[in-house]
T-cell receptor, first 112, second 114 residues
Framework: AQSVTQPDIHITVSEGASLELRCNYS??????LFWYVQSPGQGLQLLLK??????LVQGIKGFEAEFKRSQSSFNLRKPSVHWSDAAEYFC??????????FGPGTRLSVLP | DSGVTQTPKHLITATGQRVTLRCSPR?????VYWYQQSLDQGLQFLIQ???????AKGNILERFSAQQFPDLHSELNLSSLELGDSALYFC?????????????FGPGTRLLVL
C-alpha cells in the first residue's frame, strides 16, 4: 500500500529565507504526487502536482517541487518565504485505482 | 473561495447519534470526494462518487455511508457516533474522477461528539 512521510512536523523560518519541506513516498507504480496547503480554519488548496514529464514542477504562490524517483522524494521549495505562507503543508500520493493518501503534514511558522 | 460548499459548518452532537453532512460541488463537477481530518489519524480519504456512482472507497467505517444525488450534491451520513468521530470532514470536487484532475476542497464541517 502506498504511504507518505513528512519527516518534519514543524518548521520555523524567517521571512525572506528559503524553504524546503520534505516528502517521501512509497508507491508500487508511477505515482501521482501533490502538495496541498491548509491555512488556519481553511480547506485545502492545491499548490502543485506531478504526474509525468519534467521532474521540476512549478506551482502557485511561487512554490516548486522536484520529483526524484531514486530517492522516492517530492520536496517542496520556495526561494523566499512570506509571512502569509505560514500554514500546514500536506504531501499526497495517488494513482489510478489507488486511494489518495496524505502525509501527516508539516506546520510552517514564519518569523518577521 | 473554491466553489465547493459544505453545511453545516459546525455540528455538536452526542455519542450514539446520527448526523448528515452535506456537500455541493463546484458547478459542472461530477466527482465528489469525502475526507476526514483528525488529530490522531490525520487526513484520510473516505469515499469518492462520480456522477451518482461510488467510484472508490478508502478508510470509511461501516457506520458511515454516503451518496451522491442526481443534482450532484452529496451527503455523508455518520451513525452510532463515538467520541473518536470528532473531526473535520472535508468534501472536494473535480470534473473527472481521476487524480489528474485538481480537487477543489470545501471549508469543511467540524463535528464534535460529546
Amino acid at each position: 500500500a502506498q504511504s507518505v512521510t513528512q519527516p518534519d512536523i514543524h518548521i520555523t523560518v524567517s521571512e525572506g529565507a528559503s524553504l524546503e519541506l520534505r516528502c517521501n513516498y512509497s508507491y508500487g507504480a508511477t505515482p501521482y504526487l501533490f502538495w496541498y496547503v491548509q491555512s488556519p480554519g481553511q480547506g485545502l488548496q492545491l499548490l502543485l502536482k506531478y504526474f509525468s514529464g519534467d521532474t521540476l514542477v512549478q506551482g502557485i504562490k511561487g512554490f516548486e517541487a522536484e520529483f526524484k524517483r531514486s530517492q522516492s522524494s517530492f520536496n517542496l521549495r520556495k526561494p523566499s518565504v512570506h509571512w502569509s505562507d505560514a500554514a500546514e503543508y500536506f504531501c499526497a500520493v495517488g494513482g489510478n485505482g489507488q486511494n489518495f493518501v496524505f502525509g501527516p503534514g508539516t506546520r510552517l511558522s514564519v518569523l518577521p | 473561495d473554491s466553489g465547493v460548499t459544505q453545511t453545516p459548518k459546525h455540528l455538536i452532537t452526542a455519542t450514539g447519534q446520527r448526523v448528515t453532512l452535506r456537500c455541493s460541488p463546484r458547478s459542472g463537477d461530477l466527482s465528489v470526494y469525502w475526507y476526514q481530518q483528525s488529530l490522531d489519524q490525520g487526513l484520510q480519504f473516505l469515499i469518492q462518487y462520480y456522477n451518482g456512482e461510488e467510484r472508490a472507497k478508502g478508510n470509511i467505517l461501516e457506520r458511515f455511508s454516503a451518496q451522491q444525488f442526481p443534482d450532484l450534491h452529496s451527503e455523508l451520513n455518520l451513525s452510532s457516533l463515538e467520541l473518536g468521530d470528532s473531526a473535520l470532514y472535508f468534501c472536494a470536487s473535480s470534473g473527472r474522477p481521476t487524480y489528474q484532475e485538481t480537487q477543489y476542497f470545501g471549508p469543511g464541517t467540524r463535528l464534535l461528539v460529546l
